[in-house]
């Protein structure tokens, strides 16, 4: 286990990456650890897990979104087509190690605990906050541990969990004084589910007809207490 302390950030990067019409003004990780079970890469999660995280951003001069490199942006391109193109082949083409590497990233677990994210502008600050976020791979039943894709459409399943949320939107006065609101939602549970086919069309030869043999890329399920948004 390797543990990182003290790790701010680089606000260019994280603006180049995301490529999102905010500046981001501060990025800051208290502790990182990151879980390598060296003996059992294809039996263990690899883990990452964050502890107190701070990100603050705020609205830029102008609502232009960032550029991006466009060097990095056609390589990533290139990589993608290259992959899309790889997977359209027969399956059992695939080589053993890229398939083992496959199914590494798959298994890859992460852990955000104690999370602030603030947006600032000059009418309101948003802040977002919880106690702890987990992203987990899962198995067809939603229960996480080391899994493998399912079936012919090649089927991922992974569960977000988020635990004590507080989303709070509170107004900033001409004075820049700010009035503090009665957030949004307190201390909430939020659990999303994601199950994403990388071959949604399931191969002629298959017993599926009609429109059966053709499923959505990505489904999402967002549960937030009692209440289902799918």
Not at 51 to 65: G, K, R
Not at 105 to 126: D, G
Not at 130 to 137: A, G, K, M, R
Request: proline fraction near 6%; aromatic fraction near 8%; charge should be positive.
């Amino acid at each position: 286990e390797i543990v990182f302390k003290n790790v701010e950030l680089r606000l260019d990067v994280l603006q180049e990456e995301l490529g999102l019409p905010v500046v981001f003004t501060r990025g800051f990780i208290q502790e990182l650890r990151v879980y390598v079970p060296v003996a059992g890469l294809l039996r263990e999660n690899i883990r990452f897990t964050l502890c107190n995280v701070e990100l603050v951003a705020s609205s830029p001069e102008s609502w232009q979104t960032p550029k991006r490199n466009s060097s990095k942006v056609a390589g990533k391109r290139d990589e993608a087509r290259r992959t899309g193109s790889e997977s359209d082949k027969d399956p059992t083409t695939e080589g053993w190690a890229k398939s083992m590497l496959n199914r590494i990233a798959l298994n890859i677990r992460v852990e955000v605990r104690n999370m602030v994210f603030k947006f600032r502008t000059e009418t309101y600050v948003s802040s977002v906050s919880w106690q702890s976020l987990t992203f987990d791979p899962c198995d067809p039943s939603w229960r996480a541990g080391f899994v493998n894709v399912s079936g012919e459409t090649k089927a991922a399943f992974k569960t977000i969990t988020l635990k004590q949320v507080t989303w709070c939107l509170d107004a900033v006065g001409q004075d820049s004084h700010r009035s503090y609101e009665a957030p949004i939602f307190n201390r909430q549970t939020v659990t999303v589910r994601i199950l994403s086919r990388s071959r949604p069309a399931i191969p002629p030869q298959s017993p599926a007809v009609g429109a059966a043999a053709l499923f959505p890329s990505v489904h999402l399920d967002i549960r937030l207490e009692d209440v289902l948004l799918s």
